[in-house]
């Protein structure tokens, strides 16, 4: 058997797999690809994105097969080797379904749901700036190019998405407050008096992985002490406080 004829047959025994090209594999945001690049002003570059994966109508669940129109959607995302403007070539799709109340529908995938203008993977960074590496809220927003709303919201539903705690057995907790809003104030209808109302939050952590364990009302020490107190024996003893920490909750110094 000659040469050739050998690396013809290995050529064939080999898996045909789609190698998607460098653009795409750079900026590795999954279920897209990129359409085109161009260098703007400053060392900012745009993006132009089109997904990779079908999607369904979210009335009748019928995946879209034809094309309605395109329109060009602005997406928030992380710094990728520097700011970077992400342009999404999203599709809008007939719904083929003739029960189906929808006619028409655009296209939505994991890392940027339905009605959502930025990507999953920035609110993660945006999480973990915050929470793994202390940065302020202000200046997380500035670093990624946000706004403080954004990192707020983030926060926000990493929050409600609290697993057991009294199944964790954190070594350490961090304890921080913050005011979520304005201030507000209220006219108490039995005094007629204006009571002033300062809308403040605690979070409670793990300090050795981040996680969020609770987020009470209020600044002071009874909203965390409520808390402490709900949760197991064991859980109480098996984790070590700053004593700074527990002097400032209780209002000493």
């Avoid at 047959?9 to 594999?25: G, I, Q, S």
């Avoid at 279920?31 to 400053?42: A, P, R």
């Avoid at 339905?114 to 940065?135: E, F």
């Avoid at 364990?213 to 949760?231: F, M, P, Q, S, T």
């Amino acid at each position: 058997m000659t040469h050739s004829s050998m690396t013809g047959l290995r050529a064939l025994n080999e898996l045909t797999l789609v190698h998607p090209d460098a653009a795409t594999t750079i900026f590795n945001l999954e279920d897209y690809s990129v359409l085109e690049t161009q260098i703007l002003d400053y060392g900012r570059r745009r993006i132009l994105i089109e997904s990779t994966v079908e999607s369904g109508c979210p009335g009748c669940g019928v995946i879209g097969a034809r094309c309605h129109s395109r329109r060009v959607q602005g997406v928030r995302d992380i710094p990728v080797a520097g700011p970077v403007e992400v342009l999404w070539r999203k599709r809008r799709y007939f719904c083929d379904e003739t029960l189906c109340e929808r006619k028409t529908f655009f296209e939505a995938t994991v890392e940027v749901p339905a009605r959502a203008r930025s990507t999953r993977r920035l609110h993660g960074a945006l999480v973990d700036a915050v929470i793994s590496s202390g940065r302020a809220a202000t200046e997380t927003a500035i670093a990624h190019g946000v706004s403080w709303w954004l990192v707020q919201k983030a926060l926000t539903m990493a929050a409600t998405k609290l697993p057991n705690v009294d199944l964790l057995r954190p070594r350490m907790l961090g304890i921080d407050e913050h005011r979520f809003r304005s201030v507000r104030f209220f006219k108490n209808t039995e005094t007629n008096a204006w009571q002033r109302i300062e809308p403040w939050m605690t979070t409670i952590v793990d300090l050795d992985t981040g996680q969020i364990l609770g987020v009470v009302d209020g600044r002071d020490h009874a909203g965390v002490g409520a808390w402490l107190i709900k949760r197991p024996l064991e859980w109480r003893l098996g984790f070590k406080s700053s004593p700074s920490i527990l002097q400032r909750r209780s209002g000493k110094r």
